[in-house]
């Protein structure tokens, strides 16, 4: 059993209201369990190393193999299989084991959740 919590809440963010794409900052506030489900993901993406992974698995086009991933980079391959077991916990990325190797790629109705609340905060004045 999957220790993730569910995506509904995101996902009906992403999908919205009556063409709304998101519950808005310009207009209603997030509830608590919208927040509570968002911060996680925000936060596994507010360091800069998964940050990079992120990046990276996003440009190789459909899947990343983690081994093509840790030479990237000069942590060493624990740290990043942490990172990506972060971001994975998260719900930002997905994976399959295949042999030896771990194939990674975005969960891309996620980041479009996390985007449409992003685009809905109003410009300063």
């Known amino acids: 059993m999957s ?3 569910e995506r509904a809440t995101l996902l009906s963010l992403a999908d919205g209201d ?3 794409c ?3 900052l ?23 190393v998964r940050l990079r992974l992120l990046s990276l698995i996003a440009a190789s086009g459909s899947e990343a ?17 942490h990172h990506l077991k ?4 998260a719900g ?5 084991r295949r042999s030896t190797w771990v194939y990674y790629w975005i969960r891309p109705e996620v ?6 609340l992003l685009g809905s905060v109003p410009a300063p004045a």
């Not at 310009?26 to 800069?48: H, R, S, W």
């Not at 840790?70 to 391959?77: L, Y």
């Not at 972060?86 to 916990?89: H, N």
């Open 65 to 81: 193999c983690v081994c093509d991933l840790t030479e990237t980079f000069t942590v060493s391959g624990p740290t990043i299989s």
């Open 26 to 48: 310009d207009g209603a506030p997030l509830t608590e369990a919208q927040a509570v489900e968002l911060a996680p993901m925000f936060k596994a993406v507010g360091d800069p």
């Open 111 to 116: 980041l479009r959740g996390m985007g449409a």
């Open 92 to 96: 930002l990325v997905d994976c399959e």
């Open 18 to 20: 009556a063409g709304r």
């Open 3 to 5: 220790k993730q919590p």
């Open 86 to 89: 972060v971001l994975r916990e």
């Open 22 to 24: 998101c519950a808005s």
